[in-house]
């Protein structure tokens, strides 16, 4: 397997054409992994705010209060979230596609001055247009850096994926001892992520484009890493 660090891609803008500027970066092959940060699909399709635009409601302002966020940053996670999980000491919410993340995924780095930038709004539909257009067979991934509850440190997750399945499932393979495996569901989509967001960098770095070439990923199976309220356990305790 090989990792490739797609560098030289510029601060990209709304309407640019990231499909066009990593072909002409990086030669494709069938069956390579694109990890695109959510930050610059994000960019491309225009999701950038400006926090003067954001008329907090009362709502946003008692959270505001409880957070230590400006209250008009508040409306804004407000706004993108279609359920509120926590909203002290911090914020951390639904995303309308689905993601659980803090502050919807909202970010203010790497972004410039008073603005912020939203997360796409359909990161899965994203991910499909991006993959139709790289005219090779390929798989495409859009990573978001992400905390992670019960550990320390951020990582990188899938937040929409395109031409790979992102659970792999081991149910009924044998393990050392012959044994059937039982519940094992692997998160492809995410392993794959978190490797792509340690080799693009948080800061100044310039490199939110990742392909690995000969891995062996599913094409076919479950069609979601985000868990079904109906099966998460820890939602309701949180909630209540
Ligand atoms: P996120 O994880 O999707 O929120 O994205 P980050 O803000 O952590 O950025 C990931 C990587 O992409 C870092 O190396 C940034 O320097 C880089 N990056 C962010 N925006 C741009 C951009 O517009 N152009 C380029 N070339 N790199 C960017
Ligand atoms: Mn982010
Ligand atoms: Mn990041």
Same mark, same amino acid.
């Given at each position: 397997?090989?990792?490739y660090?797609i560098?030289?891609?510029?601060?990209?803008?709304?309407?640019?054409d990231i499909a066009s500027l990593v072909k002409s970066l990086f030669n494709f092959q069938d069956g390579d992994v694109l990890c695109l940060?959510?930050?610059?699909?994000?960019?491309?399709?225009?999701?950038? @705010?400006?926090?003067?635009?954001?008329?907090?409601? +009362?709502?946003? #302002?008692?959270?505001?209060?409880?957070?230590?966020?400006?209250?008009?940053?508040?409306?804004?996670?407000?706004?993108?979230? #279609?359920?509120?999980?926590?909203?002290?000491?911090?914020?951390? /919410?639904?995303?309308?596609?689905?993601? /659980?993340?803090?502050?919807?995924?909202?970010?203010? +780095?790497?972004?410039?001055?008073?603005?912020?930038?939203?997360?796409?709004?359909?990161? #899965?539909?994203s991910a499909e247009r991006l993959r139709a257009r790289l005219g090779k067979d390929c798989a495409v991934?859009?990573?978001?850096?992400?905390?992670?509850?019960?550990?320390?440190?951020? #990582?990188?997750?899938?937040?929409?994926?395109a031409g790979i399945?992102?659970?792999?499932?081991?149910?009924?393979?044998?393990?050392?001892?012959?044994?059937?495996?039982?519940?094992?569901?692997?998160?492809?989509?995410?392993?794959?992520?978190?490797?792509?967001?340690?080799?693009?960098?948080?800061?100044?770095?310039?490199?939110?484009a /990742?392909v690995?070439r000969?891995?062996?990923?599913?094409? +076919?199976?479950?069609? +979601?890493?985000?868990?079904?309220?109906?099966?998460?356990?820890? @939602?309701?305790?949180?909630?209540?």
């Amino acid at each position: 397997m090989q990792g490739y660090l797609i560098a030289g891609l510029p601060i990209i803008k709304q309407g640019d054409d990231i499909a066009s500027l990593v072909k002409s970066l990086f030669n494709f092959q069938d069956g390579d992994v694109l990890c695109l940060a959510s930050t610059i699909v994000a960019k491309s399709e225009g999701r950038f @705010r400006e926090l003067e635009d954001y008329h907090p409601s +009362s709502r946003a #302002a008692a959270i505001a209060r409880n957070t230590g966020k400006d209250p008009r940053f508040v409306q804004a996670v407000l706004d993108e979230s #279609a359920d509120i999980l926590l909203d002290r000491p911090f914020m951390l /919410v639904q995303t309308r596609f689905g993601h /659980v993340g803090v502050n919807a995924g909202i970010d203010q +780095s790497n972004v410039g001055a008073d603005r912020i930038l939203l997360l796409p709004e359909d990161p #899965a539909g994203s991910a499909e247009r991006l993959r139709a257009r790289l005219g090779k067979d390929c798989a495409v991934i859009i990573t978001d850096t992400c905390g992670r509850p019960f550990r320390s440190g951020v #990582a990188g997750v899938a937040i929409g994926w395109a031409g790979i399945a992102p659970l792999r499932d081991w149910r009924g393979v044998r393990d050392l001892h012959g044994k059937a495996l039982e519940i094992t569901l692997e998160a492809v989509v995410d392993e794959i992520a978190a490797m792509a967001n340690m080799l693009m960098g948080e800061a100044g770095d310039g490199t939110p484009a /990742v392909v690995f070439r000969g891995l062996q990923y599913p094409r +076919s199976g479950e069609s +979601s890493v985000f868990m079904p309220e109906e099966r998460d356990v820890i @939602r309701p305790r949180l909630k209540r």
